[in-house]
């Protein structure tokens, strides 16, 4: 995305892991009108794919939002990332595909400890080990430790290999 892409849909800056970044304010903002806008962008790739799940999954979940970063600076290329509301911050976090190490239990949750979240921030190390350090979610089902990370999950036991954004969709 470029930066002009970014801002005709937030103009909201924040602060983030200390990077400036550009923030959805689902607040303020009219969410239904961004992803309308989201639809139409006329150079439409993966990542406006990616994006336009991502908004229907933070219309339908609270705590969650999208930041914008600059990921590729030679290149003004901007990424959206999804954040989470945690400890009074915004965490970012990648939402993936879980499940349990002990029982039948799989599902979608939010992991704030993938590395590549904390590319080109200087003190990423440190960040990441504050982020091991987090309390993270055991099973919903039997308290068993699941295969990621999680500081968010969807509490519910999916059947089949739904792909992940199939998940998501499916809750609209
Ligand atoms: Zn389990």
Redesign the pocket.
């Known amino acids: 995305m470029r930066f002009d892409d970014v801002l005709a849909i937030t103009k909201q800056e924040a602060n983030v892991d200390g990077e400036k970044v550009y923030i959805i304010d689902k607040e303020n903002g009219d969410l239904d009108e961004i992803i309308s806008k989201t639809i139409f962008m006329k150079d439409k790739n993966y990542t406006y794919t990616l994006l336009y799940n991502d908004l229907n999954f933070i219309r339908n979940h609270d705590n969650f939002t999208i930041i914008f970063r600059l990921v590729y600076k030679k290149y003004d290329g901007w990424l959206p990332c999804m954040v989470y509301y945690y400890n009074g911050v915004w965490q970012k976090v990648v939402l993936q595909y879980s499940y349990?190490?002990?029982?039948?239990?799989n599902g979608l949750i939010a992991n704030p400890a993938e590395a590549s979240l904390y590319d080109n921030i200087s003190n990423r190390f440190e960040i990441l080990k504050k982020i091991n350090k987090f309390f993270f979610l055991?099973?919903?089902?039997?308290?068993?430790q699941?295969d990621s990370k999680a500081i968010w999950l969807e509490n519910k036991t999916h059947t089949g290999n739904r792909p992940l954004y199939d998940m998501i969709q499916g809750q609209t």
């Open positions: 349990c190490t002990m029982c039948d239990w055991c099973c919903p089902k039997c308290k068993s699941l």
